[in-house]
């Protein structure tokens, strides 16, 4: 796992075109719109830390999705977007898993690995990380391995390989999510997000889908 690395130093700064619609809803990701000339979602931007990637965006079962594959790699897509909590506090998105790298457990350095992972970036040292972890319980709410100053917390929204290969629609109160672990005031707007996969601490192999990824009023 690793943090979630500011845009910034690119000089690019990659704001969404966000409308609240009818459903009064903030879209993040549908996957369905343009790709760049290296097959890169519009508004998002790859980032490699180990091996290379391999990804595409597909339709699967009548859902336009991004497929990420895993083979002893660490890559992620990231943007950056401002999305108030206050008026937009839930997240929902889709996604499924059809191979978890096996022995992968976020609770330990050398077993970091995850076949998806959903991160929420408040500040440069402040996130919150949805997962589909291998070993750890599903409902596990806790800390993950950071450097000094940083703080990445963690949500285990499904565990283990039950659910592998079905299309499962998740939602998250990520105000409420963000008051249990950090408490204090309003949390802050909302400023990237990244999706990510990895299997090279366990040199395994992992894949999975992302789509419609966005927040709502929850109304």
Not at 22 to 37: H, K, P, R
Not at 148 to 161: E, W
Not at 205 to 217: C, G, K
Request: charged share 20%.
């Amino acid at each position: 796992m690793i943090l979630f690395k500011s845009l910034a130093t690119t000089g690019l700064l990659l704001l969404l075109s966000m409308r609240a619609q009818a459903v009064e809803q903030l879209t993040i990701g549908d996957f369905s719109s343009a790709l760049n000339a290296s097959g890169i979602p519009t508004g998002w931007q790859l980032s490699e830390k180990s091996g290379r990637a391999d990804f595409r965006v597909v339709q699967d079962e009548g859902i336009s999705a991004l497929n990420l594959r895993s083979s002893n790699t660490s890559y992620s897509f990231q943007r950056e977007l401002k999305a108030d909590l206050r008026r937009f506090p839930i997240l929902s998105w889709k996604w499924k898993v059809t191979k978890l790298p096996a022995g992968g457990d976020f609770r330990r350095s050398k077993t970091d690995d995850q076949a998806a992972q959903l991160f929420v970036a408040f500040t440069r040292t402040r996130s919150i990380v949805y997962l589909w972890d291998t070993s750890a319980p599903q409902g596990l709410m806790s800390e993950a391995i950071a450097p000094p100053f940083m703080s990445i917390k963690v949500v285990v929204v499904r565990s283990q390989a039950t659910q592998a290969g079905t299309w499962l629609t998740e939602t998250r109160n990520v105000y409420e999510d963000y008051k249990k672990f950090f408490g204090g005031d309003d949390p802050p707007v909302v400023s990237g997000m990244r999706l990510q996969i990895n299997s090279q601490h366990t040199k395994t192999s992992a894949e999975s889908y992302f789509a419609d990824v966005r927040f709502t009023t929850g109304t």
